[in-house]
């Protein structure tokens, strides 16, 4: 799993990506919840905050994170020891992505989902996953100009020699690439240079939707797929770079255990 840095930064950022995660929320079913891997605990905070007849447990095997999550989030409780209980709502916010990066890609993944399934779901039970998507549009063409073209090409450079994973063109003007390439590109651009020790680590776009719901089936479960935005992230982003393309949703894909 990711090594730490920065840790201030990081938890600053998490918690203002929560104005996106916070639509998790309205999918919860159930009473009893497992946000897992909860990092500072905002997201089960949250749950707990509105919901407090609900039973809701942060897990995240980083112990600064739990640390963090223990002084300042409300939940009943955060905990670094795998949980064995069973939950009738799982949360996966950002997480899938560190288990394909850090592990063995695809084949992770599936192996915690069945892990989940198999001894922490509730019949009936779903799980709610926000990462590791590219929709099936994504595969056109785009070019993205930098706003400050000298650090853009330092930050491109960098990631090019150390970025293990498909990484765009730049003809010295334009970055250059499929939707989900340069928006893998794009997103660590954004997080900025303090992040990029972490974040040259981690592929955030693996699964395309489809390949999300052939999973799913595979694994017994029906599965459902929403749309959230997040314009605000280019609000952000367009202070770095000219687009002539957006995407202003996020994917969550809901898994329903039968």
Not at 37 to 59: E, L, M, P, T
Request: net charge neutral; glycine share 6%.
């Amino acid at each position: 799993m990711a090594i730490l840095c920065e840790k201030e930064q990081y938890i600053a950022k998490m918690e203002e990506a929560f104005k996106y995660k916070k639509e998790l929320l309205k999918y919860v079913k159930g009473s009893r919840i497992l946000d897992f891997g909860c990092g500072s605990g905002i997201v089960a905070s949250a749950i707990k905050q509105r919901n407090s007849d609900k039973y809701v447990v942060g897990y995240d095997q980083e112990p600064k994170m739990i640390e963090v999550a223990q002084t300042y989030g409300s939940a009943n409780s955060f905990t670094t020891v795998f949980p064995t209980e069973k939950f009738d709502t799982i949360i996966l916010s950002s997480v899938l992505h560190e288990v394909f990066s850090y592990e063995n890609g695809k084949q992770s993944v599936i192996d915690l989902i069945t892990k989940l399934r198999d001894n922490n779901l509730a019949d009936g039970g779903i799980i709610i996953i926000r990462d590791g998507f590219t929709l099936d549009i994504e595969e056109c063409e785009i070019r993205t100009k930098f706003i400050d073209n000298i650090d853009g090409k330092r930050f491109y450079d960098f990631y090019v020699k150390n970025y293990k994973w498909e990484v765009p063109a730049f003809d010295g003007k334009y970055i250059i690439g499929s939707v989900s390439v340069v928006k893998e590109f794009l997103n660590k651009y954004t997080w900025g240079w303090g992040s990029l020790p972490r974040e040259i680590n981690e592929k955030i776009n693996f699964f395309s939707a489809k390949e999300y719901k052939e999973m799913a089936k595979s694994l017994g479960f029906y599965s459902e797929f929403k749309l959230i935005s997040q314009k605000s992230y280019f609000t952000y982003l367009k202070k770095k770079v000219i687009l002539d393309y957006t995407w202003d949703t996020h994917l969550v894909t809901i898994l329903h255990k039968a």
